[in-house]
């Protein structure tokens, strides 16, 4: 399968516990994007990540939330002391280079967080 | 702040008839305009995209309108097929914001045999 792959594709946590979200771009791809939705609501950006470096983290919330993509292996969304409000749908999306805006950006199947 | 719109949240169509879904903007920069498909616990799938400088896009039974000056587009489907029921996003992007993309919240697409 070379698409975006995203694991675990659901996840239950308790308050307080932390959540870790993995996404293995596709092959050749060294973009990476996080979005999250949530119910009833469209897909909000996140975080923009090349290799080793975050590019815009706009999206992101100031606390609780990290996100990395390292030199090997899959980017990462962590998520500190979850709360309930943290449950929604985590999609990671990937592009193969940074065309500026216009990008055709591919998507995982997503991990839903269910926060209890 | 939606800065990008889909004021239907659900559409019913017959098989073979057209599908109009559409999408209103506010932000005059955006520049890249996209639509993705996405099917019940599965990731969006990319369908068609446009840029500024057109005002048509057509890849097969998907076409894409743009109007500027209304700040509005819509995809166009014909003939619908019932493999088409999906929820529908449009997404859309400005160099000033870099990567990032803006997304609707989406039509919710039935097409009735």
């Known amino acids: 399968n070379a698409g975006v792959m995203q694991n675990p594709r659901h996840l239950v946590r308790r308050r307080g516990q932390e959540a870790r979200l993995r996404c293995s771009p596709m092959?050749?791809?060294?973009?990476v994007y996080w979005y999250r939705q949530l119910p009833e609501e469209g897909l909000k950006f996140m975080v923009y990540l090349q290799k080793e470096n975050i590019i815009d983290e706009s999206g992101m919330p100031k606390e609780r939330f990290s996100a990395e993509f390292p030199k090997e292996g899959p980017s990462i969304l962590r998520i500190q002391q979850v709360v309930r409000g943290d449950s929604a749908a985590y999609f990671c999306a990937s592009s193969p280079r940074s065309g500026g805006n216009r990008e055709t950006q591919y998507f995982g199947p997503g991990t839903r967080l269910l926060v209890l | 702040d939606q800065q990008v719109k889909q004021n239907s949240p659900s559409l019913s169509v017959q098989e073979g008839r057209i599908s109009i879904l559409n999408c209103d903007y506010t932000n005059s920069m955006f520049d890249y305009f996209l639509w993705y498909k996405k099917y019940p616990a599965e990731g969006p799938t990319f369908l068609i995209s446009i840029s500024s400088i057109k005002d048509k896009n057509e890849d097969g039974r998907f076409t894409v309108f743009l109007n500027k000056s209304a700040k509005h587009l819509s995809l166009h489907i014909v003939p619908s097929q019932p493999g088409d029921s999906a929820v529908y996003f449009c997404?859309?992007?400005?160099?000033?914001?870099?990567?990032?993309?803006?997304f609707g919240t989406g039509t919710s697409l039935t097409v009735i045999p």
């Open positions: 997404a859309a992007s400005a160099l000033s914001t870099g990567n990032q993309f803006y």
């Open positions: 092959k050749g791809h060294s973009h």
